[in-house]
């Protein structure tokens, strides 16, 4: 199994950035779909962003998100990043890094089976 860590959480003003980091182990880490999912106070997990396994890392992003956030990977330091840009008080939640052998860029929380204990964002107004 994958043992996934996240960092890079924080405060920061609405319009300002972060940059969520999931540190993986494993030898194989190039052959997981890593995500990021995230939760608000009193609301369900929801999907941010997937990146795949295959050559091309086929990415997908919840409409929310689309082009402010960007989801890549670094297949040698086995690590996953989440780039946010213009944050808005939606952004607010812990961000958990979520992964799967499964190769695709789906959605649903029940394709991954190994995640982080999270990292908090918090966005000030």
């Known amino acids: 199994q994958v043992q996934l860590v996240e960092s890079g959480g924080g405060v920061v003003q609405a319009g300002g950035s972060l940059r969520l980091s999931c540190a993986a182990s494993?030898?194989?880490?190039?052959?997981?779909?890593m995500a990021w999912f995230r939760q608000a106070p009193g609301k369900e997990r929801e999907f941010v962003a997937v990146?795949?396994?295959?050559?091309?890392?086929?990415?997908d992003y919840a409409d929310s998100v689309k082009g402010r956030f960007t989801i890549s990977r670094d297949n040698v330091k086995n690590t996953v990043y989440l780039q946010m840009d213009s944050l808005n008080a939606e952004g607010t939640a812990v961000y958990y890094c979520e992964s799967t052998h499964v190769r695709g860029t789906m959605r649903t929380a029940g394709w991954f089976y190994n995640w982080g204990r999270g990292t908090q964002v918090t966005v000030s107004s």
């Open positions: 494993g030898r194989t880490f190039s052959r997981y779909t």
């Open positions: 990146i795949s396994w295959s050559e091309s890392s086929n990415t």
